[in-house]
């Protein structure tokens, strides 16, 4: 009987947990990583691939997806999106609310592949009409309802989300990011907040929140951003990063700005986390996946190792999971991601339909899940 049950050889591990990038032997063992050493003899696994001139790194974890198909308006099918993506871990942002989490869980969560968890709508219907917002009406911000659901259902229900843009709260947003964050803490949970095009600017909304509570959008480019009309990045939103307020792309399909990103960045102002919001409004793109994400955040000068850690160690941490997700220390959980790095001109396109030509792209080679490679179809 072999030592692992698998092993990936000969591929450049990028660990950001471990400050680790270098040629590196990954084995795996009973759904763990076993060792990550210079040099594994392939006759000591069951399975061998050789990922020679390609990426090693840990599981992607994605903070922003919607995968409630068949019931959430912006819902696709998971594992094809992203397990089978390199995604092995996901968080559902708000598509299920305290009345509809139940079979959310059943149907979807307790039979996927990917590791999935929500963040539960602060709204008991959560996202089911793409033309009656959500929180409309604020009775369906209903404080005790959302409560009793995440206490039920602690081991997959993460914190709480809340849309504030006017087409989906009104004119009652601070009212609902105050019953969100309410219901958060007797959660003691995190808050998730959605903005743009919202009634109260953002640095009145992100002066409301905890250390620890994510603001997704961040270089959305409508109205109430990040940036002052000189292209500056606003004070408010500085004081509040710099308290532990984390600011998360959630690409999406109109939320994410390659001309905001510039000048944020320009200033300093990095994301704490790179999301995708993938949903059916964008999986043909502009995102397509997290990979591309990520991809894009390499053309805008972020480096290998800053852009894999904002989608791994970084977003293990902010989900509380940080020692077993987003690492391949020994022991942790057996996910990784293998890709390519390519080399060429590739056109990256942002939400208000400006492209870009990139000169890398990260591209979906293999999954490890549990410690062994996904396989499509039969997982």
Excluded: C
Excluded at 10 to 38: I, Y
Excluded at 235 to 255: P, T
């Amino acid at each position: 009987m072999a030592e692992y049950d698998l092993l990936v050889t000969n591929g450049t591990v990028v660990d950001p947990s471990q400050s680790l990038n270098g040629r590196r032997d990954v084995a795996f063992v009973d759904r763990k990583v076993a060792a990550v050493e210079r040099s594994i003899a392939e006759s000591s696994a069951d399975e061998v691939l050789d990922a020679s001139d390609m990426i090693v790194a840990p599981g992607l974890v994605d903070l922003h997806v919607h995968v409630y198909w068949g019931v959430g308006h912006y819902g696709i099918e998971p594992d094809p999106t992203q397990v089978a993506q390199g995604v092995t871990t996901a968080v559902d942002a708000g598509s299920a609310g305290a009345w509809t989490f139940p079979a959310f869980r059943r149907y979807v969560i307790e039979r996927s592949a990917t590791r999935l968890y929500a963040l539960l709508n602060i709204s008991s219907m959560g996202m089911i009409s793409p033309k009656i917002g959500e929180l409309e009406d604020l009775r369906w911000a209903d404080v005790e309802e959302a409560v009793a659901a995440g206490r039920l259902n602690r081991d997959r229900i993460l914190g709480i989300k809340v849309r504030l843009s006017r087409p989906l709260a009104a004119d009652h947003d601070v009212a609902a990011l105050k019953r969100a964050i309410e219901a958060a803490e007797a959660l003691d949970s995190f808050v998730m907040i959605h903005v743009g095009n919202t009634r109260t600017p953002m640095e009145e909304l992100v002066a409301l929140l905890r250390p620890g509570d994510v603001v997704t959008h961040a270089y959305h480019g409508n109205d109430h951003g990040v940036l002052d009309d000189a292209g500056r990045v606003l004070s408010g939103i500085v004081e509040a990063q710099n308290r532990g307020v984390v600011f998360d792309i959630g690409h999406g399909a109109g939320s994410f700005s390659f001309d905001v990103a510039e000048r944020a960045l320009s200033h300093g102002f990095m994301p704490g986390n790179i999301s995708s919001d993938l949903h059916v409004h964008n999986i043909a793109g502009p995102v397509h996946n997290q990979l591309e994400t990520l991809s894009k955040f390499l053309h805008l000068g972020l480096s290998l190792d800053e852009v894999i850690r904002l989608s791994t160690s970084s977003t293990a941490a902010i989900i509380g999971d940080g020692g077993s997700l987003g690492t391949l220390r020994p022991g942790a959980e057996g996910d990784a991601v293998v890709a390519r790095l390519a080399e060429g001109k590739f056109k990256f396109t942002d939400s208000k339909g400006v492209s870009v030509e990139g000169t890398q792209r990260l591209e979906h080679v293999a999954t490890v899940k549990a410690g062994r490679l996904y396989h499509p179809y039969l997982g």
